[in-house]
């Protein structure tokens, strides 16, 4: 291997550059305002301790009849689905004329330490989907599960057949013993009551720790170094700084479900073994019933498709339908093919079933 020949004038123009890009992006942070996130109005329509259901206001009126309640991990904040006016799945929902409402979980406190997964999904999600009927004045409605919500929504939907009419999962782990899950080896052999009883609840900072670590140069290095790019463009760093706000903004986890979801679904995989029980409700995926879209994204490193895949074999329903769509975990929400394929795509599987 030779010598690495370097020209001289073009890194100094390269350096010069850098340094310009560098004054403009101080200039641009100094006339930053502290970023939000939510672009769509919303009214509260439900509260519980910490827990608060809301409705999404469209400009129209609704012309869906069976509303849908999203139900998002606890790992995260649920105002992804809504982060900004051109990055909103809700609102591109609403577009379509579907009504909209989200549990959000809020933060947990030690307080919570000894909630259980009874108490969120026969707890928690059965009063929110109540809520939500009663106000239609309907038996059944529509649930929309987020990645871990989707599991949830998944038991919730195979014990409350009754009340759901069309389920939903987005990005949602079914099998949790494919090869390629990473976190899925990680947590194996984790001794999770050690964890727990010692720790109490989770907290966010160490959940955080973990996610990044799974893809360590492109979430530590690469993003950073690519945000020189975009120092002077206003817009564009007020976009990375919201994504970097959702991303830090997460809430501890309550210590006991922490522990339940860990054993049966990481540890155990029960979803696919059998013998899951969640409070007295043994849960089945045969039982899960009703019409099914499962959306799973392609370049997915949390949830890969090969975990999402297997509730087509494993669900009871006589209508499957899967969704692969191109992108990770995080840009089936935000990116721009997302917008133009994921609300659309929801909105016409739930028309034909109208």
């Not at 970023?35 to 509260?47: H, L, S």
């Not at 993003?223 to 997460?250: A, C, H, P, Q, T």
Request: aromatic fraction near 10%.
């Amino acid at each position: 291997m030779g010598p690495i020949k370097i020209d001289p004038q073009k890194a100094l123009d390269e350096a010069l550059r850098f340094n310009r890009k560098l004054a403009a992006g101080f200039q641009s942070l100094r006339s930053l305002d502290e970023v939000d996130y939510g672009a769509t109005p919303k009214e509260e329509v439900y509260r519980e301790d910490k827990l608060v259901v809301y409705r999404f206001k469209g400009k129209d009126k609704p012309t869906a009849k069976t509303p849908i309640l999203i139900v998002y991990a606890l790992v995260n904040r649920p105002y992804m689905v809504d982060l900004q006016d051109d990055r909103s799945l809700v609102k591109n929902l609403l577009a379509q004329g579907e009504d909209v409402y989200l549990i959000d979980w809020g933060y947990p406190d030690q307080s919570d330490r000894y909630l259980t997964l009874d108490d969120y999904i026969n707890g928690f999600i059965d009063r929110c989907v109540d809520a939500v009927a009663k106000r239609h004045k309907l038996a059944k409605i529509n649930l929309l599960g987020i990645c871990q919500g989707g599991a949830f929504s998944l038991c919730y939907a195979a014990t409350h057949q009754h009340k759901i009419r069309n389920l939903i999962t987005m990005v949602t782990p079914v099998d949790f013993h494919t090869p390629d899950n990473m976190l899925s080896h990680w947590t194996r052999g984790m001794d999770v009551d050690l964890f727990v009883d010692t720790l109490g609840n989770v907290p966010a900072d160490l959940m955080n720790w973990c996610y990044l670590t799974l893809k360590p140069v492109r979430l530590f290095q690469q993003k950073y170094i690519g945000l020189v790019d975009i120092l002077d463009d206003k817009v564009e760093l007020e976009n990375f700084l919201r994504m970097e706000k959702w991303i830090f903004d997460s809430p501890d986890q309550a210590g006991e479900a922490f522990r339940q979801f860990i054993k049966d679904f990481y540890q155990a995989n029960k979803l696919i073994n059998g013998g899951l029980k969640i409070g007295d409700k043994d849960v089945s995926l045969k039982n899960v019933t009703m019409p099914i879209l499962n959306i799973f994204a392609e370049q997915d490193h949390l949830v890969p498709p090969s975990a999402s895949r297997p509730l087509k074999q494993h669900a009871g329903t006589k209508d499957y339908t899967e969704l692969a769509f191109k992108g990770g975990h995080i840009g089936i929400y935000v990116s721009g093919r997302a917008q133009r394929e994921v609300p659309s795509a929801i909105h016409d599987w739930l028309k034909a079933r109208a």
